[in-house]
T-cell receptor, first 116, second 111 residues
Framework: NAGVMQNPRHLVRRRGQEARLRCSPMKGHSHVYWYRQLPEEGLKFMVY????????ESGMPKERFSAEFPKEGPSILRIQQVVRGDSAAYFC??????????????FGNGTRLTVT | QQQVKQSPQSLIVQKGGIPIINCAYENTAFDYFPWYQQFPGKGPALLIAIRPDVSEKKEGRFTISFNKSAKQFSLHIMDSQPGDSATYFCAASGGGFKTIFGAGTRLFVKA
């Protein structure tokens, strides 16, 4: 499967635990974006990364949330000390080129996080 | 200034009807306007996209109309089918800005 791979598909965490969401971009893509989708709502931008660099994290809460895209391996979105309000679907998208070139985004099927 | 406003929130049409979804933007730096289709449990998938140098683009039964002066664009689905039932998102990007999505329109096509 050459598409964007996200895992796990479903993640259940108790309040206060940590959630780790993984995203492997399409082959040849070096730009990764994370979006959050609440039920019945649109996609809210969280963070834009290139390999080893965070380019834009303006949509990500400053506390408890972090993201990385290491030289080797998938991109990771980490949520520490989860709260019920973090329950949502988290989508990763990748593109071959960055914002300047307006490349279309290729999305994974998301990770649905439920905080109990 | 970075918002994309989408309407309606939901839409029900008969099979064969032509649902129309509208979007408006404010940032004149945007120069790429894609539409994404999302089925339940799946990620959004690119459906069709337009740049502001053209006023209309067709791909199969899907048409985007673009009005640069009004800063509005819309999606028309010709001869809609039950399989088109999904959530549709308009989006905008350009000028170094990240892709901003509208709130989505849930379309249901009755058989």
């Amino acid at each position: 499967n050459a598409g964007v791979m996200q895992n796990p598909r479903h993640l259940v965490r108790r309040r206060g635990q940590e959630a780790r969401l993984r995203c492997s971009p399409m082959k040849g893509h070096s730009h990764v974006y994370w979006y959050r989708q609440l039920p019945e709502e649109g996609l809210k931008f969280m963070v834009y990364l290139q390999k080893e660099n965070i380019i834009d994290e303006s949509g990500m809460p400053k506390e408890r949330f972090s993201a990385e895209f290491p030289k080797e391996g998938p991109s990771i979105l980490r949520i520490q000390q989860v709260v019920r309000g973090d329950s949502a679907a988290y989508f990763c998208a990748s593109s071959p080129q960055g914002l300047v070139y307006n490349s279309p985004l290729h999305f994974g099927n998301g990770t649905r996080l439920t905080v109990t | 200034q970075q918002q994309v406003k989408q309407s309606p929130q939901s839409l029900i049409v008969q099979k064969g009807g032509i649902p129309i979804i509208n979007c408006a933007y404010e940032n004149t730096a945007f120069d790429y306007f894609p539409w994404y289709q999302q089925f339940p449990g799946k990620g959004p998938a690119l459906l069709i996209a337009i740049r502001p140098d053209v006023s209309e683009k067709k791909e199969g039964r899907f048409t985007i109309s673009f009005n640069k002066s009004a800063k509005q664009f819309s999606l028309h689905i010709m001869d809609s089918q039950p399989g088109d039932s999904a959530t549709y998102f308009c989006a905008a990007s350009g000028g170094g800005f990240k892709t901003i999505f509208g709130a989505g329109t849930r379309l249901f096509v009755k058989a």
